[in-house]
């Protein structure tokens, strides 16, 4: 085997170390040599400057054939496990095309994109919502593969960490906030156990569970996914769950937040985002809203599990403007 010194970004292993603790650094340990087994049995070579995230170490990469790929590299775990099987149900429609994977390690090949252009660089937030809007649409009309996590399970769990996380929130207003989103959280799951006894059952989905502004890359002009000026976009990084769309809406939400400071109106500029995706991807605005505030229900005791005592800020005010969208009297 030709060493080709594969160095790991600090930044990278001190993510480790913070949230997967002696398993993150033991995983950090054999990344070199688990790059450099990929790296001779795909027959590729290193073609450009590693990239990184929280987990995954991503080397841009030529195969044998002279075709630009990304090789990604990321522990095997409840997110990462399902994203092989998600990203070859949408066959490269939509999403970052699978070349090769490795069960057993986590790795995948994937097509390259264009990593400087992501749709958090288009200047028009409402421009590449509605673009993200329409990748979401296509990703969600795919029928699941087997296998995968069930939202409806993972949203009984949160309800259990949400009563956790409450009993640490400081102020009541925060307590009140919290219990409506966990009270329209248990909603949707009894709406959808009164659906299944009627029949038919629910029809879920694949879901992305991350789809936000920088999870959407151009494609490369050599690809041949030119689409027009602006080429192809393609979402990337999925936590693929199976079940309702509407949990898939948040994400695009809270994220480009200073877009939605800086339009002077919060509650107006929220909404215009919450009511383009529902419209786009074909949603029931209350039940989209009560998923999203399902997902406001997670995030929130996630950083209160950290140690906040406050409902986070941001999250808060997503909360207040959808409460009234969960209401049967309101504005469908």
């Known amino acids: 085997m030709i060493h080709r010194r594969i160095r790991v970004p600090e930044s990278l292993a001190a993510s480790h170390r913070t949230y997967f603790g002696e398993a993150g650094r033991a995983w950090i340990t054999a990344l070199p040599a688990l790059a450099e087994d990929c790296l001779d049995r795909w027959q590729l070579r290193l073609d450009g400057t590693p990239r990184h995230g929280a987990v995954a170490l991503v080397l841009p990469v030529v195969r044998a054939d002279g075709t630009p790929a990304a090789l990604k590299l990321q522990p095997v775990d409840e997110e990462t ?7 070859r149900a949408w066959a490269g429609h939509g999403a970052v095309a699978l070349l090769e994977a490795d069960p057993r390690t986590g790795a995948m090949l994937l097509e390259r994109l264009d990593a400087e252009r992501s749709l958090g660089t288009v200047e ?10 329409e990748i979401l649409s296509g990703l969600v009309a795919v029928p699941p593969p087997d296998g995968l996590r069930r939202l409806d399970d ?29 009270g329209s959280l248990r909603e949707v799951l009894q709406e959808r156990e009164q659906e299944r006894e009627r029949g038919p059952e629910p ?28 080429g192809a976009w393609l979402a990337i990084d999925p936590k693929p769950l199976v079940g309702d769309p509407g949990f898939d809406l948040y994400p695009a ?39 999203t505030l399902g997902r406001v229900l997670q995030t929130a005791s996630w950083s209160i599990g950290n140690g906040e005592a406050r409902m986070p800020a941001v999250p808060a005010a997503v909360a207040r403007v959808l409460v009234d969208r969960t209401d049967p009297s309101s504005p469908a």
């Open 154 to 182: 993972l949203a009984a769990a949160v309800l259990v960490t949400a009563a956790a996380a409450r009993q640490r929130l400081s102020d009541p207003a925060d307590r009140r906030l919290l219990d409506a989103c966990a």
């Open 124 to 133: 028009d937030d409402l421009a590449a919502l509605q673009t993200l809007s």
């Open 203 to 230: 029809v879920d989905r694949l879901l992305h569970w991350d789809l936000h502004y920088d999870n959407v890359l151009a494609g490369l002009p050599s690809s041949g996914r030119e689409t027009g000026p602006e």
């Open 81 to 87: 496990a399902g994203e092989p099987a998600a990203l």
């Open 253 to 291: 939400l809270w994220n480009r937040w200073a877009d939605v400071e800086r339009s002077g109106n919060v509650e107006r500029s929220l909404l215009r985002r919450f009511d383009l995706m529902t419209e786009v991807v074909g949603l029931d605005r209350q039940r989209a809203a009560k998923w």
